[in-house]
């Protein structure tokens, strides 16, 4: 068995090209496979995302016992409010099936100063659309369909699996509650359920 050689002049800034385009060439295939798809699940607040189950964050004995229902005629979903050990917001509630496994769950922080709120939440879209590069998002400002003088301003991407939202409430002087910034992480199944609640 023989062997041949093949003998070339190595020219350093062919190699350095050739370099050069390869390094581009993955970091295209990299960028590709992160832009796929864009998943709810992909997206987690206080290390808490869809689809995960509820028995990976608290124990059984403390969800049975903190546990409510949001709507007496509908009791698919219920909903926990958590407030241990969280870095960015002061509040997670979140809603879960009989299975434990989260369809749903919003966050929390309050802010004095609507402004500032609506500052706070134009960052936060700009990170979450780097995320969602194949998501369109659109921008919303309506009264709170339970309280008509409480005004919110909304941003959504609307998902095949679900949708998010972030959004500032304006809340009235009769509610006595502070303004906030709040994101809405769901499911397809808790959105449609949601839509039957709200229009019942």
């Known amino acids: ?12 800034n062919i190699f350095l090209q050739m370099k050069n385009i390869i390094i581009i060439f993955l970091f295209l295939l990299n960028f590709q496979s ?10 987690e607040i206080e290390g808490i995302s869809i689809g995960s189950s509820l028995l990976s964050y608290m124990e059984k004995s403390y969800i049975e016992e903190n546990k409510y229902y949001p709507s007496k005629k509908f009791k698919k979903f219920a909903s926990i409010s958590y407030f241990k050990n969280l870095k960015n917001y002061q509040e997670l509630m979140i809603n879960f099936n009989k299975n434990y496994e989260i369809a749903s769950f919003s966050a929390f922080v309050q802010i004095n100063n609507i402004e500032e709120c609506k500052s706070t939440k134009k960052n936060i879209v700009g990170s979450i659309s780097v995320l969602f590069l194949n ?4 921008e919303d400002e309506r009264p709170y369909f ?9 941003t959504t991407w609307e998902m095949d699996k679900g949708f998010l939202r972030v959004a500032c409430y304006d809340w009235s002087e009769k509610s006595q509650i502070t303004d906030e910034l709040r994101v809405d992480v769901s ?10 609640v709200t229009s019942d």
């Not at 339970?146 to 909304?154: C, N, P, Q, R």
């Not at 499911?187 to 039957?196: G, R, V």
């Open 135 to 138: 998501t369109d998002y659109f």
């Open 146 to 154: 339970l309280d008509k003088e409480t005004y919110v301003y909304a």
């Open 1 to 12: 068995m023989g062997w041949c050689f093949i003998l070339f002049d190595f020219n350093p």
């Open 187 to 196: 499911n397809e199944e808790y959105k449609l359920y949601l839509d039957t």
């Open 34 to 43: 992160l832009t796929k798809a864009d998943d709810i699940k992909d997206f």
